[in-house]
T-cell receptor, first 112, second 112 residues
Framework: AQSVTQLDSHVSVSEGTPVLLRCNYS??????LFWYVQHPNKGLQLLLK??????LVKGINGFEAEFKKSETSFHLTKPSAHMSDAAEYFC??????????FGTGTRLQVFP | SAVISQKPSRDICQRGTSLTIQCQVD?????MFWYRQQPGQSLTLIAT?????????ESGFVIDKFPISRPNLTFSTLTVSNMSPEDSSIYLC?????????FGQGTRLTVV
């Protein structure tokens, strides 16, 4: 069975500093992994996805994530946080029947 | 990218009543999914809406409470039946295309 674990429920950073949101996955086969962002009162937006191509995946708004099979991790990073990055972030794994399994979410706060 | 139109975007309903949520996809998709996001929580899969057959429900969700229709490859409805305040959540439909899942904007339901 597939699962994802987001290691931090809340992350707070200062504007201009790096962002690290951690995610570990469990899968019996090579997974497809995603990061979605949800801004307050808005829909889900795909940030990036890993589907067994390059292990370093670049997404929108300067975010990227690295798939590390040896560590079963798919951490999301950004070199410099912006105020507009404040949102809820979900790490997601796809099953072999296209169902999505969501992590519990990480709320990112960005302070000026 | 796929466009999914979901309506209503929000509603306030009396307990004991039912609400039907509609999702229209701009192109044919084999599967559609319905998710629930309870306040402050992550997304949980309710069921897979299959065209031409009964929906497949996840553990903890039953057809009597969440009947689903899938009359064609571009449309699905989810009904929340006999509502109670515990059903207050955001409900989202989703459709995969290729390696990506697209989401409706969500229906924010408040049961009073």
């Amino acid at each position: 069975a597939q699962s994802v674990t987001q290691l931090d429920s809340h992350v707070s950073v200062s504007e201009g500093t790096p962002v690290l949101l951690r995610c570990n996955y469990s899968s019996s086969y090579s997974p497809s992994l995603f990061w979605y962002v949800q801004h307050p009162n808005k829909g889900l937006q795909l940030l990036l996805k890993y589907t067994s191509a390059a292990t370093l995946v670049k997404g929108i708004n300067g975010f990227e994530a690295e798939f590390k099979k040896s560590e079963t991790s798919f951490h999301l990073t950004k070199p410099s946080a912006h105020m507009s990055d404040a949102a809820e972030y979900f790490c997601v794994v796809s099953t072999d029947t296209d169902k999505l399994i969501f992590g519990t979410g990480t709320r990112l706060q960005v302070f000026p | 990218s796929a466009v999914i139109s979901q309506k209503p975007s929000r509603d306030i309903c009396q307990r004991g009543t039912s609400l039907t949520i509609q999702c229209q996809v701009d192109s044919q998709v084999t599967m559609m999914f319905w998710y629930r996001q309870q306040p402050g929580q992550s997304l949980t899969l309710i069921a897979t809406a299959n065209q031409g057959s009964e929906a497949t429900y996840e553990s903890g969700f039953v057809i009597d409470k969440f009947p689903i229709s899938r009359p064609n490859l571009t449309f699905s409805t989810l009904t929340v039946s006999n509502m109670s305040p515990e059903d207050s959540s955001i409900y989202l439909c989703s459709a995969p295309r290729g390696t990506e899942a697209f989401f409706g904007q969500g229906t924010r339901l408040t049961v009073v």
